[in-house]
């Protein structure tokens, strides 16, 4: 997909919902990854997992649907859908672990081009650091898709050679989702898949590293399933 | 054989000075507020502290670390936009932290309670977390091992207890409880109703009365105000 603009943040939502198969047990990581919710369906039946002891999570609660016992990873109230079930936190982790779950969608502050992954901890000395399940959930799923801004706010490339931040996991990311591009990372390297607002020479000049060009329609072919 | 305790404070009596304690929990989602504040009015000192968490407002946990009873924290994610008790004691210095990925803190009590000596996990490997510890390549993937995690003492929140001591939960509040419950040695729950032996569907019993040592019901907890963060 080539788009004129680059996209918003729920533009970015659409795109990975879009490229999440029906039927998929998905994990939804704190923060932007929880919006691609949003933009699934019914129709679509996929199960979100959520770390905390919950498959098949509905929309977040409100007003007398709130029960301070059912919440989110990220503290939120939510709903239980029909079908849903309820387990302890080392069965939680087990699911992941064991690579029953099909996809997890992570933000992240750095993606290296072999898939790296740097999401838990910026590395300020002063920082009080805290993990939580974010390496289980790099890890923890046949598929690993990041969603995040291209730049950080500096104006900084997200996507790098190498990490600089403290690794979350190693060599786990399959897709990067961004406003200005989605990359797909495999064995030959960085393949750059669709492009909003921008193009390959400009990303190759921003980015500093070899890109593929999987823009043409062939290596579009196959999504959704 | 399990004991019901007349009152959080009978619960959580005999509580040592220096004891590893596990606190069962998810944020505030099964939090057992009652015997933290019971603990905190026992007056044990010098405890490590096992949860999710740090601690969240000034309530349960919180409280425990604010009273400066706690000395070191083995959680996965201390800070919250609310855990400004163990924040201050943190950067003071005065309190120890060891931070474990969730699902390795939880496989590690699940190991104790299981008998299990130790055990390798993908997760963590290549991180700063994995630094001084064993790793080992099973089968195309990297490991590191980690080690089991036992307590003195759990205070675990479970919705219904039978007069045996068999375990209830409710939704997303039972998260640590059922793994905790076995892997202390003692294990002290805090129940919103305790119904005659029988009373529970054995299929429905999540922790069976082996793992319960003490069981006190308290009125259904007040709202405790939600926090935001993992």
């Given at each position: 997909?080539?788009?004129?603009?680059?996209?918003?943040?729920?533009?970015?939502?659409?795109?990975?919902?879009?490229?999440i198969?029906?039927?998929?047990?998905?994990?939804?990581?704190?923060?932007?990854?929880?919006?691609?919710?949003?933009?699934?369906?019914?129709?679509?039946?996929v199960?979100?997992?959520?770390?905390?002891?919950?498959?098949?999570?509905?929309?977040?609660?409100?007003?007398?649907?709130?029960?301070?016992?059912?919440?989110?990873?990220?503290?939120?109230?939510?709903?239980?859908?029909?079908?849903?079930?309820?387990?302890?936190?080392?069965?939680?982790?087990?699911?992941?672990?064991?690579?029953?779950?099909?996809?997890?969608?992570?933000?992240?502050?750095?993606?290296?081009?072999?898939?790296?992954?740097?999401?838990?901890?910026?590395?300020?000395?002063?920082?009080?650091?805290?993990?939580?399940?974010a390496?289980?959930?790099?890890?923890?799923?046949?598929?690993?898709?990041?969603?995040?801004?291209?730049?950080?706010?500096?104006?900084?490339?997200?996507?790098?050679?190498?990490?600089?931040?403290?690794?979350?996991g190693?060599?786990?990311?399959?897709?990067?989702?961004?406003?200005?591009?989605?990359?797909?990372?495999?064995?030959?390297?960085?393949?750059?898949?669709?492009?909003?607002?921008?193009?390959?020479?400009?990303?190759?000049?921003?980015?500093?590293?070899?890109?593929?060009?999987?823009?043409?329609?062939?290596?579009?072919?196959?999504?959704?399933? | 054989?399990?004991?019901?305790?007349?009152?959080?404070?009978?619960?959580?009596?005999?509580?040592?000075?220096?004891?590893?304690?596990?606190?069962?929990?998810?944020?505030?989602?099964?939090?057992?507020?009652?015997?933290?504040?019971?603990?905190?009015?026992?007056?044990?000192?010098?405890?490590?502290?096992?949860?999710?968490?740090?601690?969240?407002?000034d309530?349960?946990?919180?409280?425990?670390?604010?009273?400066?009873?706690?000395?070191?924290?083995?959680?996965?994610?201390?800070?919250?936009?609310?855990?400004?008790?163990?924040?201050?004691?943190?950067?003071?210095g005065?309190?120890?932290?060891?931070?474990v990925?969730?699902?390795?803190?939880?496989?590690?009590?699940?190991?104790?309670?299981?008998?299990?000596?130790?055990?390798?996990?993908?997760?963590?490997?290549?991180?700063?977390?994995?630094?001084?510890?064993?790793?080992?390549?099973?089968?195309?993937?990297?490991?590191?091992?980690?080690?089991?995690l036992?307590?003195?003492?759990?205070?675990?929140?479970?919705?219904?207890a039978?007069?045996?001591?068999?375990?209830?939960?409710?939704?997303?509040?039972?998260?640590f409880?059922?793994?905790?419950?076995?892997?202390?040695?003692?294990?002290?729950?805090?129940?919103?109703?305790?119904?005659?032996?029988?009373?529970?569907?054995?299929?429905?019993?999540?922790?069976?009365?082996?793992?319960?040592?003490?069981v006190?019901?308290?009125?259904?907890?007040?709202?405790?105000?939600?926090?935001?963060?993992?």
């Amino acid at each position: 997909m080539i788009s004129e603009s680059v996209l918003h943040r729920d533009q970015i939502a659409a795109v990975v919902a879009r490229d999440i198969p029906p039927g998929s047990f998905v994990n939804l990581g704190i923060g932007l990854p929880t919006t691609v919710s949003d933009h699934l369906t019914p129709e679509d039946h996929v199960v979100l997992h959520t770390e905390n002891g919950l498959l098949g999570m509905g929309p977040e609660a409100h007003g007398s649907d709130i029960d301070p016992d059912l919440i989110n990873a990220g503290k939120v109230p939510v709903t239980a859908l029909p079908g849903a079930s309820y387990f302890h936190h080392a069965d939680s982790f087990a699911m992941m672990r064991g690579g029953h779950l099909d996809i997890c969608v992570l933000g992240a502050y750095q993606v290296s081009e072999a898939g790296d992954l740097a999401n838990w901890h910026t590395g300020r000395p002063d920082d009080i650091p805290a993990v939580g399940g974010a390496m289980d959930l790099a890890l923890g799923a046949k598929q690993t898709f990041v969603m995040m801004n291209l730049l950080g706010p500096d104006g900084t490339p997200k996507i790098v050679p190498r990490c600089t931040y403290p690794l979350t996991g190693v060599a786990c990311v399959s897709r990067v989702y961004t406003d200005q591009a989605v990359f797909l990372i495999g064995a030959d390297g960085v393949v750059v898949r669709d492009v909003f607002g921008t193009d390959l020479p400009r990303l190759r000049d921003q980015l500093g590293m070899p890109l593929i060009d999987g823009t043409g329609p062939a290596q579009s072919r196959g999504r959704r399933g | 054989m399990v004991a019901i305790a007349a009152d959080a404070d009978e619960a959580v009596s005999g509580i040592r000075d220096g004891a590893t304690v596990m606190i069962g929990g998810f944020g505030t989602a099964g939090q057992p507020v009652e015997l933290i504040e019971a603990l905190i009015r026992q007056g044990a000192t010098g405890l490590t502290v096992v949860n999710n968490n740090a601690g969240n407002g000034d309530h349960g946990l919180a409280a425990l670390i604010r009273e400066g009873r706690v000395r070191k924290v083995i959680c996965s994610f201390p800070r919250q936009r609310d855990s400004h008790h163990f924040d201050a004691r943190y950067r003071a210095g005065e309190l120890e932290l060891e931070l474990v990925p969730q699902g390795n803190l939880a496989e590690r009590i699940r190991a104790a309670g299981a008998g299990i000596g130790g055990f390798y996990t993908p997760t963590g490997f290549g991180t700063p977390l994995a630094e001084g510890k064993e790793t080992r390549h099973i089968e195309g993937r990297d490991y590191l091992l980690e080690f089991p995690l036992h307590a003195d003492v759990a205070l675990v929140r479970a919705h219904i207890a039978d007069a045996m001591g068999n375990l209830v939960y409710r939704k997303t509040a039972r998260n640590f409880g059922p793994i905790m419950a076995a892997a202390a040695r003692t294990t002290i729950v805090q129940v919103s109703d305790i119904v005659p032996t029988g009373g529970l569907d054995p299929e429905a019993v999540i922790t069976p009365c082996i793992y319960v040592d003490r069981v006190v019901r308290v009125s259904p907890a007040g709202a405790v105000p939600l926090e935001e963060g993992q």
